[in-house]
């Protein structure tokens, strides 16, 4: 070998063993696009679990559990009638920096103060610049609850709520409660580009937006300003992959290195496999029908009692759980929630249905539709099937359904638009809270234009749930409020479920979330 041969390689070598080791980039593959980046306005699993990894609240759920823990926030303080709520902020956290946005100053007050008077104020500067319906804001009731908010000191904020709620700590660690930057919306208001805020993210989490292909990849790298610790993935990427059998052979292949939930008829494929790590949970979850309050039969609580008793939900077990990790659901959340009412029980009975139509005027049944879920979810594995097999125990009865179905934005739309007559749902907690599965689905305020669930004795109940801080008696609220609901029928409860996520054995941190949610911080290959 010549010399200057040797000194070359030796260089090289040299320079191979010096140099850090590359981060891998993270892919997962996800079963469904996001609706938008501004946390704020959605509520779907889709949306959440992107914009999980770019934002965060003043408060955060431990990683694998339902107790909160400091987020943006280090430390706060709540009055003893649960009205009256102090937060304490973090010292140096950075907005992200991105082509379009260069922050100027730190993460403060002023920033909470915006984020929370979009949900609260129809006339905020930016709302009439951006009118926007905050979806999870809504169904809580913010603007009413919440008095006022108040800027202490830079880092320091002071939330008053109008009447007791013992959970309201626990909505400033959820999805919605995301922080915007006060300097970045001025900045989109003086441009008269608001409604950026939705596909142009500006948050301080682990990751930092770069770019979205619509139905195709979502693109998010390591944010260099993180204020925790530096992230071992540079690179994370959201595969926007709808069919679920498509997303295993992608993981088989290692194209993805995560999926989403996995279906019950997927697992085998995925444990025979050694490079594959399968991890589950029983999840805090429910897939359920939801009826059209507000017009047709289905107006009729007799109509949807008959509807409900008719379905045969062990036949849909068999067909959709083969492998029996699946619950039937009885009550609006599940039994590992504190206050779940034990005596509540389903019911088989296409007899009494028949008597029941009868009573409501229907002897000779009626037809509607039944919106079958696009998309796939651990408690609601095929949307098809399950409505083909209610549309046959429906047929028994007299009632002739007509399956239809949507792509997922567009069924999400128009089922908010109340288009529907009933329609697949579903719904996973955050904070292990019987109202965390009440009040943004079945409250007055979820249902401002009467379309969905709106009971007067449902909702005092849980307003004295929200008030109430001696845990016996708040379950004993919840337990008669299952009974207005079991009573009232506004949904046809299905399944509570374990949630199956498959990854590549050389995924490193990742813990699985009771709501089956996503967060890749700490997460690297």
Same mark, same amino acid.
């Given at each position: ?10 260089? &090289? ?44 609240? #003043? ?80 169904? #809580? ?145 429910? &897939? ?136 697949? &749902?579903?719904?996973?907690?955050? &904070? ?94």
């Amino acid at each position: 070998m010549k010399p200057l041969t040797r000194i070359v390689l030796l260089a &090289s070598l040299m320079v191979a063993f010096a140099a850090p080791a590359l981060a891998k980039p993270l892919v997962y593959c996800a079963d469904s696009s996001p609706e938008g980046f501004d946390p704020g306005l959605w509520d779907s699993a889709g949306t959440n679990n992107v914009v999980t990894q770019m934002f965060q609240g #003043l408060i955060g759920f431990k990683r694998g559990g339902t107790d909160l823990e400091p987020q943006l926030a280090t430390s706060w303080t709540v009055s003893p009638d649960a009205k009256v709520f102090t937060f304490t902020l973090r010292k140096g956290v950075r907005f992200h920096k991105t082509a379009y946005f260069t922050p100027t100053r730190d993460f403060n007050a002023d920033d909470v103060v915006l984020t929370y008077s979009r949900f609260t104020q129809p006339k905020h500067p930016f709302n009439v610049a951006f009118p926007a319906l905050f979806i999870y804001p809504q169904n #809580l009731g913010l603007g009413d609850l919440i008095e006022k908010i108040e800027k202490l000191d830079d880092l320091t904020v002071r939330f008053t709520l109008r009447r007791a709620n013992v959970t309201f700590l626990s909505y400033f660690a959820m999805p919605f409660a995301g922080i915007q930057s006060a300097e970045y919306t001025d900045q989109l208001l003086k441009t008269n580009s608001a409604q950026s805020i939705n596909n142009a993210p500006i948050g301080t989490g682990p990751f930092r937006f770069q770019s979205y292909k619509k139905d195709d990849v979502v693109r998010m790298e390591a944010n260099p300003d993180y204020w925790g610790k530096k992230q071992e993935t540079d690179k994370l990427l959201f595969l926007i992959t709808r069919e679920p059998n498509v997303r295993v052979q992608k993981l088989l292949a290692g194209e993805c290195h995560i999926i989403s939930p996995i279906r019950d008829n997927d697992i085998a494929a995925i444990e025979s496999r050694k490079d594959i790590v399968l991890k589950k949970i029983q999840a805090l979850n429910i &897939s359920y029908l939801s009826f059209n309050m507000k017009r047709g039969p289905t107006k009729q609580r007799e109509v949807r009692e008959a509807l409900d008793i008719a379905v045969d939900r062990d036949a849909i077990f068999k067909a959709l759980f083969p492998r029996g990790d699946a619950m039937q659901a009885v009550s609006a959340f599940p039994p590992a929630i504190p206050g779940y009412n034990k005596k509540l029980k389903n019911e088989f009975n296409p007899t009494r249905a028949k008597e029941l139509l009868k009573k409501a005027g229907y002897p000779d049944g009626f037809s509607l539709d039944l919106w079958a879920l696009p998309v796939v979810r651990p408690t609601n594995p095929n949307g098809q099937l399950m409505a083909q097999l209610i549309q046959q125990d429906w047929a028994k009865i007299g009632v002739k359904a007509t399956i239809k179905t949507y792509e997922w934005g567009e069924y999400l739309k128009r089922a908010k638009n109340g288009e529907h007559d009933v329609y697949m &749902s579903g719904w996973s907690g955050d &904070s292990g809270d019987a109202d965390d599965f009440l009040a943004p689905n079945l409250s007055c305020a979820s249902s401002s234009d009467g379309v969905k669930f709106c009971n007067a004795e449902f909702d005092k109940l849980l307003d004295e749930g929200r008030a109430m801080t001696d845990k016996a008696k708040r379950n004993q609220i919840y337990e008669k409020a299952q009974e207005i609901f079991k009573r009232e029928r506004p949904w046809i409860t299905m399944a509570h479920s374990t949630v199956y996520i498959p990854m590549l054995q050389d995924v490193k941190g990742f813990v699985m979330a009771p709501n089956g949610g996503v967060d890749f911080e700490g997460v690297s290959r």
